[in-house]
């Protein structure tokens, strides 16, 4: 059993009378299964770049940025003085009414992603972006299955929750049909019991055995996260999509890229993962770090498969005049600030630093991911690799206390999540590492 070493019980946590009433109301009025971390949660009350403070004025080193949207910087000026000018001017028009920023934005999407993706539609999530996807690929191929990867999250709807391969996040009698599950590439963990690279990526020749057996061999869509985030941010061998790709176009169908924690620079040099793996999608799905914490969400595709699109679409809040500022203005802003590089040379360095403490730490059975997209998945022994999600928590609690805020993910809860903002310097790193380092320490078997 997992024991922390000088671990201060929540109880016994200095908390104000605000912090209580706000988590005593949290769970009168919201639903029970909103989720939050830490056995004492974190009520949060500002932020200034890489940093956040609770309501105690206890100041917090964040790796986390809110699950990868907080891309540049809590309230970064150069974002949120642009957004309060326009709130100030214009908040809301719809789609029915087109404004300069909706139009703006699109055009600086189409510049900017790869191949022909040249059209747009917005909504106010990864949730609707993936479900606007599927919903096109099924009416521009006029077919209905849809291939997606085991361990993938795509969403908190009724249809995502069927593309999500995750029992935790499946709850509830999803309706399932016409969606189906190929093994992921997970080397870690690799299903198909092999070793890479002698396995030849076998994994990726499920998805064709699956399309043969499991579909109707006629399929929309394949989607799949170029990384995959809430199942431990999974990295699959550089052959793996350049496979797979050619496999679905066999079939006439979509590939979509599902970008949502992998996009606007997080991995590095490139603007989207599915370029670090050289694949030119069809349609392209995001949200989360494309407005820095504002809400939206991006479905882009190429002019053809945008006009599929069979009967009238609306949005009622998607690429409003506010969000349509803020995205844009972070997009200009990673390219102001050269982020795209600063996110491959930081990111190198961080996981150099986070191979260092694996060296150090028994606990720490695989690191992986790419940029500033960085996992450690923690096991109780290394040989049988079985999973240690009881330290994982305890090494949150830790970093927690000890001033860093960092995430968890995994099919076993085990992976911890590591993603700094695409700002981020080596001394956030250094500062980030000698936490971590030391909230490893004060866990012990």
């Known amino acids: 059993m997992i024991t922390p070493a000088h671990f201060v019980p929540a109880s016994q946590l200095a908390r104000s009378g605000r912090s209580e009433e706000v988590v005593a109301k949290h769970k009168k009025y919201l639903w029970p299964s909103v989720t939050n971390y830490f056995q004492q949660p974190l009520v949060a009350d500002r932020g200034e770049m890489q940093h956040l403070w609770d309501l105690e004025g206890n100041k917090y080193l964040d790796f986390f940025g809110g699950i990868l949207t907080v891309s540049v910087g809590h309230c970064n000026p150069k974002i949120t003085s642009k957004v309060n000018a326009q709130v100030n001017r214009l908040q809301h ?119 043969q057996t499991g579909t109707s061999g006629n399929i929309a869509a394949f989607m799949a996260e170029p990384i995959q985030g809430v199942g431990g941010f999974i990295t699959p061998p550089k052959e793996y999509f350049k496979m797979v790709f050619k496999i679905v176009k066999k079939y006439g169908a979509l590939f979509i890229a599902d970008e949502v924690q992998t996009g606007w620079g997080r991995t590095g040099k490139k603007w989207f993962g599915i370029e670090q793996w050289e694949v030119i999608p069809d349609m392209l799905t995001s949200a989360k770090g494309m407005a820095n914490g504002v809400p939206i969400g991006l479905t882009v595709t190429t002019p053809e498969i945008a006009g599929g699109f069979q009967g009238m679409n609306i949005a009622t809040f998607g690429g409003n005049p506010a969000t349509s500022v803020a995205a844009r203005a972070t997009i200009e802003l990673i390219e102001e600030e050269n982020l795209l590089d600063n996110a491959d040379v930081v990111g190198n360095y961080f996981r150099g630093k986070l191979e260092e403490l694996q060296s150090k730490y028994s606990l720490i059975g695989d690191v992986r991911g790419m940029g500033l997209m960085q996992a450690l998945e923690l096991v109780k022994d290394r040989k049988t690799k079985e999973p240690a999600p009881e330290a994982t928590t305890q090494v949150m609690e830790r970093a927690r206390q000890n001033g860093l805020l960092i995430g968890k993910g995994g099919l076993y809860g085990n ?27 004060e866990v012990r078997n």
Do not use: W
């Not at 009724?158 to 509830?172: I, S």
């Open 93 to 211: 028009t719809s789609t029915l009414y087109p404004n300069e920023h909706i139009v703006a934005l699109a055009e600086k999407i189409a510049q900017i992603t790869p191949g022909n993706l040249q059209q747009s539609f917005f909504t106010n999530s990864g949730t609707e972006a993936n479900e606007a996807a599927i919903l096109l690929a099924r009416m521009s191929t006029g077919s209905y299955d849809v291939v997606a990867l085991r361990h993938a999250y795509s969403g908190g709807s009724a249809l995502t929750k069927a593309v999500t391969a995750h029992a935790p996040y499946r709850k509830g009698g999803v309706i399932s049909v016409g969606i189906s599950h190929a093994v992921n590439p997970y080397c870690y963990r690799c299903p198909l019991h092999l070793k890479y690279p002698d396995c030849e990526v076998a994994c990726a020749e499920d998805v064709e055995n699956l399309i």
């Open 415 to 441: 992976t911890l999540r590591l993603a700094p903002m695409l700002n981020t310097t080596k001394p956030d790193v250094d500062a980030a590492i000698k936490l971590l380092d030391k909230s490893f320490s």
